[in-house]
């Protein structure tokens, strides 16, 4: 016993450490923010967010050797870097809505606890929120592992000026909510699309009987499903948390490695880190081997595509607008060299952003 108050008395001092250090660190940023603010720059800064998380994750894993785990260092500093930006300004991000859905939570993990979120009902109002300065930030989701992108976020930056600014990918945990307490008394199911499509195979298994009902998300079918005790809802568990709901079966996704990909639209531009992604638009020209040309440019400059998708020209009749994403940022040499060459090659290029890359790898390149 003694062993143990003596170790526990050294952890209260430590704690007092991190106390003083965490407002001699508030103090600072607070001044760091007020010369931003006098020299006209902007004050939330998301490329030194990522400077300062890949810093101490690699002075954690050399110094420390990772005794405190990497990933929850990560959530540490997000939270007290948040809590640091609030008091320089108070970051206002629209995301899609309601409260405990995916989007949600992808908003939580990139902008902290201390931000401002306000929940719109649609993709084109998250859009609208920060085009008209409304918000500082919007997050919405744009592709799924297993449902794949979203259209309306692709086809919004035809129509926009916003920038990507950063990217959250989130590992979809899904589950079986309910007021009952039994599976038995479920009598329908109520969630978005997209979470009844993860799930089509454990509800063929085991409610094979029992009505689905598509909702406007996760969180309306958390709020029907709070007024029986026979309807349920799939859903996260933030959301049986937010919302009264027992949990009566966990995880029951079809596709273990389910993910799905926000992003972050602002109107600034982010600055290089060194881990950078970029993301443009491109239609093609009306010529044989167009597309051939157009993808060659990234092979010569020796650029790795993580992602190449298509949507319909609504100006054109059978004509497509290719949306990629690559490694690199837009003002580094070799990126700059390959817009520059696909310019001369397509139709139209339109950069949507460059960003720092999620912690999450996204499989293998193209």
């Keep these: ?79 007290i870097m948040s809590a640091c930006l609030s008091l320089e300004e108070v970051i206002k991000v629209a995301y899609l809505g309601p409260r405990a859905t995916f989007t949600h939570q992808a908003s939580l993990e990139f902008f902290g606890l201390s931000a401002k979120y306000v929940a719109v009902g649609t993709i084109e109002d998250v859009f609208k929120e920060v085009e008209l300065s409304r918000a500082d930030y919007g997050v919405v989701p744009i592709e799924n592992t297993t449902e794949g992108v979203v259209n309306f976020t692709l086809d919004r930056f035809l129509q926009t000026e916003l920038k990507i600014v950063g990217e959250v990918v989130i590992p979809i945990r899904l589950n079986l909510l309910s007021r009952s307490s039994e599976i038995n008394n479920i009598e329908a199911v109520f969630s978005h699309r997209h979470a009844i499509a993860q799930c089509r195979e454990w509800l063929s298994k ?48 079809d596709n273990p490695d389910n993910y799905t990909r926000f992003i972050v639209v602002g109107k600034r531009a982010v600055g290089p880190t060194g881990k950078d992604k970029t993301t443009i638009a491109f239609a093609l020209k009306d010529q044989t081997g167009a597309l051939y040309r157009a993808l060659e440019c990234f092979y010569e400059e020796q650029i790795n595509l993580t992602r190449i998708v298509s949507r319909p020209n609504s100006k054109r009749v059978w004509d497509y607008i290719f949306f990629v994403d690559f490694e690199g940022h837009f003002k580094e040499e070799h990126v700059e060299r390959v817009i520059h060459k696909l310019k001369e090659r397509a139709q139209m290029v339109k950069v949507l952003g460059s960003y720092p890359m999620a912690p999450l790898k996204e499989g293998k390149g193209l």
């Excluded at 108050?5 to 508030?26: F, T, Y």
């Design 206 to 253: 085991n409610l094979p009987n029992v009505k689905i009902f598509e909702a406007e998300s996760t969180a309306r079918a958390c709020e029907i499903a709070s007024e029986s005790q026979s309807v349920g809802a799939i859903a996260s568990e933030a959301a049986a948390h937010v919302y009264h709901l027992n949990i009566l079966s966990r995880n029951i996704q």
């Design 1 to 79: 016993m003694d062993e143990l108050s003596k170790l526990r008395n050294q952890i209260d001092e430590i704690d007092l450490q991190i106390l003083r250090l965490l407002n001699e660190r508030a103090r600072l940023a607070k001044a760091v923010g007020d010369i931003k603010k006098s020299m006209g720059l902007e004050v939330h800064s998301p490329e030194r967010e990522q400077e300062v998380f890949s810093r101490l994750s690699k002075l954690n894993k050399e110094l420390f050797n990772e005794s405190f785990p990497t990933q929850a260092l990560r959530y540490v500093y997000r939270e």
